[in-house]
């Protein structure tokens, strides 16, 4: 069983900055895929960033590429998204997530954090 604490969510204004932290226990961090995702009031959960095991293969969302940032410290059984530039439709509760795959589908990951919130104001 994987546990998973994401920090860092706040409120800030647009244009800003902010990183999340995502810490893990309870497993094989470094065997694991790891996902950052969100959700907006009343929409679905969307992908936002995934990292592979190694570190060395990222993927993004559309709507996030060259502002967001994903990295992982396998030693500190950690993940993390850096955002620039935020936007007020970047406002939601974000998740990170790990699984056994590279994925950027949500059902490809077993383990979820409880969410941190990050709101933009505009």
């Known amino acids: 069983q994987v546990q998973l604490v994401e920090s860092g969510g706040g409120l800030v204004q647009t244009g800003g900055s902010l990183r999340l932290s995502c810490a893990a226990s309870?497993?094989?961090?470094?065997?694991?895929?790891m996902g950052w995702f969100r959700q907006a009031p009343g929409k679905e959960r969307e992908f936002v960033a995934t990292?592979?095991?190694?570190?060395?293969?990222?993927a993004y969302a559309d709507s996030v590429k060259r502002r967001f940032t994903i990295s992982r410290d396998n030693a500190k059984n950690a993940v993390y998204l850096q955002m620039a530039t935020l936007k007020p439709e970047d406002t939601a509760v974000y998740y990170c997530?790990?699984?056994?795959?590279?994925?950027?589908?949500?059902?490809?990951?077993?383990?979820w954090g409880q969410g941190t919130q990050v709101t933009v104001s505009s």
């Open positions: 309870g497993g094989m961090f470094s065997t694991y895929s």
């Open positions: 990292i592979r095991r190694s570190g060395g293969y990222t």
């Open positions: 997530a790990v699984g056994p795959g590279y994925s950027i589908s949500a059902v490809s990951y077993i383990y």
